[in-house]
């Protein structure tokens, strides 16, 4: 009985992570990790924040104290079991990887104290490196087929069962999590925070998009001598 039970577990294990490829798994907790020092080190110390997921982790860490390494997995972690039937099989694999990276990392670096602290007083170096941080972080989950938190299950999951785009949904959830913020960021910084939201968001399409070129077609393409 129990070795059946084990034989089961261990054929539902294959078939999830079949297809799965390591390299991927690697580059998501890269971008995690380039996700969660940002986070820490720039954005929970300027009071400039984040729409979505990642700027709730903020705004329950500055009214409850509650840690971003356990609101974002929780978070996240409802976001993907809404959107299980949507995302399909790699996704949800690639999205948890990166969501446990990034809680991990997290825990990690708030072992330590912040690098450069200084960065609370200029705000406008805060939303721009913050904006590379997670751009670059959150753009390189998502190029693998993942996500570090669940704005993207929420997001697909919502376009599916309401007739608004996605693209609409992403906006209006950052704009919801971007006013409750107001309650602790003042008005005129939170203008640098819409600012981060654009650049990071058109980072993240650029890394999704961005392709090297194979070796074949460079060589296809080099002119004879």
């Not at 939201?197 to 399409?205: A, K, N, Y």
Request: charged residues 10%; proline residues 5%.
């Amino acid at each position: 009985m129990i070795s059946r039970s084990i034989t089961k577990l261990r054929q539902l294990f294959q078939k999830l992570l079949d297809g799965i490829s390591l390299r991927s798994c690697l580059i998501a907790l890269l971008g995690s990790a380039i996700l969660s020092f940002g986070i820490y080190n720039i954005h929970s110390l300027s009071g400039v924040t984040e729409g979505g997921v990642l700027g709730m982790t903020l705004l329950l860490e500055y009214w409850f104290r509650i840690s971003p390494a356990l609101s974002s997995f929780v978070m996240s972690l409802m976001c993907y079991i809404l959107g299980w039937r949507t995302l399909g099989r790699k996704f949800i694999v690639y999205s948890g990887v990166a969501t446990a990276g990034f809680s991990v990392s997290y825990w990690i670096f708030e072992q330590f104290p912040p690098v450069y602290p200084q960065i609370a007083n200029m705000p406008l170096t805060a939303t721009i490196l913050g904006a590379v941080f997670v751009g670059v972080g959150a753009g390189l989950c998502v190029r693998v087929g993942g996500a570090p938190s669940g704005d993207d299950a929420l997001a697909m999951s919502l376009a599916k069962i309401t007739p608004l785009p996605i693209q609409w949904i992403y906006l209006i959830s950052d704009l919801v999590v971007l006013a409750l913020s107001l309650s602790y960021i003042p008005a005129r910084r939170m203008v640098y925070s819409l600012l981060t939201v654009i650049l990071s968001g058109q980072l993240i399409g650029i890394i999704q998009k961005f392709h090297l070129p194979d070796k074949a077609s460079s060589e296809k393409s080099e002119p004879l001598s």
